[in-house]
């Protein structure tokens, strides 16, 4: 892959078995020793720190919400609320995910990713699309490129949807069906996960326990494994840059490493590994259903030099035939209404062929959508579409 003809230095991740160590490269990385690319330079706008206080969120015990508690529920709906008008981020525990699956998840991770570029590139993402292997969205962004690698696979609610494991059998070959097999069961558990977040969402927000479940009932998701490799200038790059999710509500789980990044009050903070937890943030279209009374959680993961790092994310969306729109309840807590109905396909659309997503996105779409006007997002797509 050709990147200027200049390269960055990698070493190779702390967590490979000994007889890969040799053969990882980073597919973006090349033989100059002390050059990162120009073109993944964050510099100008990024100042890097791996020492940022770190933000008071709060955590969130689902088995106690869920059992119905009654002062736990009106606890946890406050907690949530009150994080959610603020910064859009909160923990969950006892969740009811086996976080054994979830560590036979990331030893798949760890062997997908640190295989040869080939083996990989037989899931090659297309332009336009939102499932399969990326690296550093060559050929997408024409600056400011992530130091990253991406898989992300379709998660359907529906009971007997198998569309994570086809798609590894389909394009990885029958040897990754392990891989297919832990993705597919992660997908499931995820869903679950999601329903319950939901509706503590919807108590959190007055309005019942059943709305939002209900509405994300048939949900059409996205689940996403993320690589970053170690990299020897770490202050200079990002491993995802500044952006709310253009989806509605994300579940992560962070390894070991840290690097996730959450800003609130226009000051940057760091969200510690804990991965016993999941981290829960909102997306656009849940900023949308709520007339924008739950803010998008603006965040960005870092990259440090010792350690490659890995995280996974579920992107709860809704079904491609659902209209977007928050309830009466909720415009009447905060008029007017403040955004367009539309379908998630629209947006999803929008942030695959014409702008890049970051901080703005759901405020770019509005005028999109409300002027039919053609964007001028100061995005640095390379080929955003007619
Ligand atoms: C619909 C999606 C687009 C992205 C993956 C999912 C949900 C989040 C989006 C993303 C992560 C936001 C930051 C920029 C992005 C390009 C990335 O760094 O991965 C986004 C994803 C994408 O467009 O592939
Ligand atoms: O890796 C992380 O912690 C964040 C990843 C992220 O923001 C994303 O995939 O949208
Ligand atoms: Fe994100």
């Given at each position: 892959m050709a990147l200027n003809g200049k390269v960055a230095t990698e070493s190779a991740p702390s967590n490979l078995n000994e007889e890969m160590k040799g053969e990882y490269r980073p597919p973006f990385g090349g033989s100059d020793e002390s050059k990162v690319p120009e073109d993944?330079?964050?510099?100008?706008?990024f100042e890097a720190s791996e020492l940022l206080p770190v933000l008071d969120v709060p955590t969130i015990d689902l088995e106690k919400f869920m059992s119905g508690d009654k002062s736990y529920v009106e606890e946890?709906?406050?907690?949530?609320?009150?994080?959610?008008?603020?910064h859009g981020i909160f923990f969950v525990v006892n969740h009811g995910v086996d976080i054994e699956m979830m560590g036979r998840v990331h030893d798949c991770m760890n062997e997908f990713f640190t295989m040869p570029l080939d083996?990989?590139?037989?899931?090659?993402?297309?332009?336009?699309?939102?499932?399969?292997?990326?690296?550093?969205?060559?050929?997408?962004?024409?600056?400011?490129l992530p130091w990253k690698e991406t898989f992300s696979l379709r998660c359907v609610a529906a009971q007997n949807s198998s569309a994570a494991h086809d798609y590894v059998l389909d394009t990885l070959g029958s040897s990754?069906?392990?891989?297919?097999?832990?993705?597919?069961?992660?997908?499931?558990?995820?869903?679950?996960?999601?329903?319950?977040?939901?509706?503590l969402l919807g108590l959190s927000l007055g309005i019942s326990r059943e709305y939002f479940k209900n509405f994300y009932k048939d949900n059409d998701s996205i689940l996403r494994l993320n690589y970053y490799p170690t990299c020897d200038k770490p202050e200079v790059v990002l491993g995802t840059g500044p952006h709310t999710d253009p989806?509605?509500?994300?579940?992560?789980?962070?390894?070991?490493?840290?690097?996730?990044?959450?800003?609130?009050?226009?000051?940057?903070?760091?969200?510690?590994?804990?991965?016993?937890?999941f981290v829960i943030n909102i997306g656009d279209?849940?900023?949308?259903?709520?007339?924008?009374?739950?803010?998008g959680c603006i965040?960005?993961?870092?990259?440090?030099s010792m350690n490659a790092?890995?995280?996974?994310?579920?992107?709860?969306?809704?079904?491609?035939?659902?209209?977007?729109?928050?309830?009466?309840?909720?415009?009447?807590?905060?008029?007017?209404?403040?955004?367009?109905?539309?379908?998630?396909?629209?947006?999803?659309?929008?942030?695959?062929?014409?702008?890049?997503?970051?901080?703005?996105?759901?405020?770019?779409?509005?005028?999109?959508?409300?002027?039919?006007?053609?964007l001028d997002t100061g995005s640095t797509m390379t080929a955003p579409s007619a």
């Amino acid at each position: 892959m050709a990147l200027n003809g200049k390269v960055a230095t990698e070493s190779a991740p702390s967590n490979l078995n000994e007889e890969m160590k040799g053969e990882y490269r980073p597919p973006f990385g090349g033989s100059d020793e002390s050059k990162v690319p120009e073109d993944f330079i964050w510099s100008e706008k990024f100042e890097a720190s791996e020492l940022l206080p770190v933000l008071d969120v709060p955590t969130i015990d689902l088995e106690k919400f869920m059992s119905g508690d009654k002062s736990y529920v009106e606890e946890a709906t406050r907690l949530v609320d009150e994080a959610c008008r603020q910064h859009g981020i909160f923990f969950v525990v006892n969740h009811g995910v086996d976080i054994e699956m979830m560590g036979r998840v990331h030893d798949c991770m760890n062997e997908f990713f640190t295989m040869p570029l080939d083996v990989k590139q037989r899931a090659k993402r297309k332009v336009g699309e939102s499932y399969g292997y990326t690296n550093s969205f060559f050929g997408r962004f024409a600056s400011n490129l992530p130091w990253k690698e991406t898989f992300s696979l379709r998660c359907v609610a529906a009971q007997n949807s198998s569309a994570a494991h086809d798609y590894v059998l389909d394009t990885l070959g029958s040897s990754f069906s392990h891989h297919g097999k832990a993705y597919q069961e992660c997908g499931i558990a995820l869903n679950e996960l999601g329903t319950k977040i939901v509706e503590l969402l919807g108590l959190s927000l007055g309005i019942s326990r059943e709305y939002f479940k209900n509405f994300y009932k048939d949900n059409d998701s996205i689940l996403r494994l993320n690589y970053y490799p170690t990299c020897d200038k770490p202050e200079v790059v990002l491993g995802t840059g500044p952006h709310t999710d253009p989806t509605s509500v994300t579940i992560l789980h962070q390894d070991p490493v840290s690097g996730l990044q959450v800003c609130s009050n226009d000051q940057w903070y760091s969200i510690p590994p804990n991965p016993e937890a999941f981290v829960i943030n909102i997306g656009d279209t849940f900023t949308s259903l709520t007339n924008g009374i739950y803010k998008g959680c603006i965040h960005r993961a870092v990259v440090n030099s010792m350690n490659a790092r890995k995280s996974l994310a579920f992107f709860l969306c809704p079904s491609h035939d659902k209209v977007v729109r928050a309830p009466e309840e909720l415009v009447e807590k905060s008029p007017p209404r403040k955004y367009p109905d539309y379908k998630w396909p629209m947006l999803l659309e929008m942030t695959q062929k014409r702008y890049r997503p970051d901080c703005n996105t759901l405020e770019a779409f509005k005028t999109w959508v409300q002027e039919g006007k053609a964007l001028d997002t100061g995005s640095t797509m390379t080929a955003p579409s007619a």
